[in-house]
């Protein structure tokens, strides 16, 4: 199955960062999400309750991450990708994290795919 929901630019404030000067105030980040529901599209008979809310996700992601004060942004979207699988009913998701914090480039990011382990 690739019946994908993606999410593109979620803005988050958080703590981040290894020196201690750099965490003092909240610093931007982006999430992009890709994740693949455990359900293909065709089966939803069109009930919210039978998908992925992605409104819930974007919300829990941004309730996961605000919470934490992470030193790397590898951390943080490695705890979020494995949070998320455990909290929605997905079974592979793909995030993409952009820090905004090196003044000659656009953002630095880092890229992590993770699957629900199989029982």
């Not at 979620?10 to 693949?36: C, D, K, M, S, Y």
């Not at 069109?46 to 309730?63: G, P």
Request: hydrophobic share 40%; aromatic share 8%; glycine share 4%.
């Amino acid at each position: 199955m690739d019946d994908q929901i993606h999410i593109e630019q979620l803005e988050v404030f958080t703590h981040i960062g290894v020196p201690e000067e750099e965490r003092g105030a909240p610093q931007r980040l982006t999430f992009n999400i890709t994740l693949w529901p455990n359900d293909e599209f065709g089966n939803l008979g069109d009930q919210i309750t039978r998908t992925v809310d992605y409104a819930a996700v974007c919300q829990e992601t941004k309730r996961f991450v605000q919470q934490r004060s992470d030193k790397l942004i590898e951390t943080l979207a490695d705890s979020v990708a494995r949070h998320l699988l455990d909290v929605f009913p997905i079974e592979r998701i793909t995030i993409e994290l952009r820090k905004f914090i090196l003044p000659e480039v656009q953002y630095v990011s880092v890229t992590v795919t993770r699957e629900r382990a199989t029982k």
